[in-house]
């Protein structure tokens, strides 16, 4: 408990210090001033309209990500499973960027349940794919079959953006993974729906950790597993869903922090999930910080400093699980 409220704090400082930093430094307590008692004044306007925007989008999108991460990887008994990594991320991309396409460029609700439609679509494809002949029970089948699925999804999503400019120049940075340009208006738009999901996960963890110790053994203390499964597939659509709909498909945070987790709190669900939504969101807080501060650019897309990181941390994970089943 005490480790949880450590983390809590240290995200609040991450958070102040990122709205501090940027073209203009704000001091701590003009922040605070204008979180407290807006005024109107120039500073609390860029605080309260494009800087708080920002972090709010990343502290979503990290719980969601980091949260969904966790789910997916007990669900499936594979510690690889992420919505990244399964083609969720990648789904929920191409139906927005279509539905964008098709109808012209929208944002929060107009497209929030394309995104939906879109990871749930993606999980179904890709558990189906990694069924055949078995290869589900193989802890790297699933892994296979998202790495096909994405990178199908994402052709298809590149190939839509080729004959169209102006969905193209619309989503440039979103689908690189990007918090920034978003809107309050956005955020209200997208918050229901993965603070729902993320409250929803906390009640589950029990049911989780006996899933993560596999489908016999959940059987074997009277589990319902396709019951608990379904639950959990709908709460992954409702937070990998959303945080693609907000910040893009924003790669690996579910991937590394509940990795970081379980080190750390052990393999109790009640404990990694709540330690997942704060750890994932202080990751891209920080890491939204830090990419636009060493290449000075507002615009960086969050996304590729993730990936900076996240790329080895998959490929030593991988190392790691292969030499461990030979």
């Known amino acids: 408990m005490l480790a949880l409220f450590v983390l809590l704090f240290l995200l609040a400082l991450g958070c102040l210090l990122a709205i501090s930093v940027g073209t203009t430094w704000m001091p701590a307590k003009t922040v605070i001033a204008a979180l407290v008692h807006f005024d109107g004044s120039r500073d609390h306007i860029l605080i309260i309209a494009i800087r708080l925007p920002r972090v709010l989008t990343a502290i979503i999108a990290g719980s969601a990500l980091a949260m969904s991460g966790a789910i997916m990887q007990a669900v499936t008994n594979n510690p690889l499973a992420s919505p990244g990594l399964l083609g969720i991320n990648a789904g929920a991309a191409f139906a927005v960027v279509t539905m964008m396409t098709l109808t012209g460029s929208g944002s929060g609700s107009s497209y929030i349940w394309f995104a939906f439609g879109g990871a749930g679509a993606a999980a179904v494809v890709v558990y189906a794919l990694g069924s055949v002949g078995g290869i589900v029970h193989h802890s790297l089948g699933l892994i296979l079959a998202g790495a096909v699925v994405t990178a199908f999804l994402t052709s298809l999503t590149g190939t839509v953006l080729i004959f169209d400019q102006s969905t193209l120049d619309a989503v440039r940075l979103w689908t690189a993974g990007s918090v920034s340009g978003r809107t309050l208006a956005e955020i209200l738009d997208v918050a229901p729906y993965v603070t729902v999901a993320l409250a929803a996960s906390l009640f589950i963890g029990r049911h989780l950790t006996a899933l993560s110790l596999g489908p016999d053994a959940s059987r074997a203390i009277g589990q319902n597993t ?101």
């Open 226 to 326: 396709a019951l608990w499964r379904g639950v959990s597939v709908v709460i992954v659509m409702l937070l990998a869903g959303g945080a693609v709909a907000l910040a893009g498909p924003i790669g690996f945070v579910g991937l590394i922090v509940p990795h970081i987790v379980r080190f750390m709190v052990g393999v109790d669900y009640r404990w990694i999930l709540p330690f997942c939504a704060v750890g994932g969101a202080f990751l891209v807080v920080i890491a939204d910080m830090m990419g636009r501060t060493l290449f000075a650019s507002q615009s960086f897309p969050v996304g590729v400093t993730i990936a900076l990181v996240g790329a080895p941390f998959f490929l030593w994970l991988a190392r790691t699980r292969v030499r461990a089943e030979t």
